[in-house]
């Protein structure tokens, strides 16, 4: 099967990005250790980082014609403010996690508003990067079942 790991705003720059936040681990080692997982396990895995919410939205809507099965997504800043992000999910009606590397009911009011969760297969965050590693497990384990 086909994964997609969509990651939204600012998240070029984790490692370097408020550490205490988001941690040390850079996108590229999580986008490379994913990427090992699901080749190991005979699937094939695409990633996207944008900071523009059209080309996620783009990205989305691509993801449908190229037959991806799965998506997991941290639409990060966008998760508390992209009603179009969300439109263009339920849209392509591809199933999809949410990830968060930092537990945003813990943090400020304003991020424990997602405009995904209740679309979403299911929601992670507070696990750093091992919730991504969580995300791809659960989405070859549904894929893998069906
Ligand atoms: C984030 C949480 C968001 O509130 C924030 O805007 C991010 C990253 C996370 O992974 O913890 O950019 O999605």
């Known amino acids: 099967a086909t994964i997609l790991v969509l990651h939204g705003p600012n998240l070029n720059l984790l490692g370097e990005r408020e550490p205490a936040v988001y941690g040390n681990t850079t996108l590229a080692d999580i986008n490379s250790n994913l990427t090992a ?7 094939h895995l695409l990633t996207m980082q944008s900071n523009a919410e059209y080309e996620l ?4 809507h691509d993801a449908r014609l190229e037959g991806v099965n799965f998506i997991l ?18 849209a392509v009606a591809i199933p999809f996690i949410e990830i ?3 537990n945003i009911h813990a943090r400020e009011p304003f991020r ?16 750093g990067a091992h919730g991504y590693e969580l995300g791809l497990q659960a989405a070859l384990h549904n894929l893998e079942q069906s």
Do not use: E
Not at 37 to 43: D, E, L, M, Q, S
Not at 57 to 60: E, H, S
């Open 37 to 43: 997982i699901a080749t190991g396990r005979g699937h």
């Open 57 to 60: 939205i783009d990205r989305v």
């Open 73 to 90: 997504i941290n639409p990060a800043g966008f998760t508390h403010t992209s009603i179009a992000l969300r439109d263009a999910l339920a």
């Open 100 to 102: 968060h590397l930092s």
């Open 112 to 127: 424990q508003k997602s405009w995904f969760s209740d679309l979403a297969r299911g929601v992670i965050c507070g696990l």
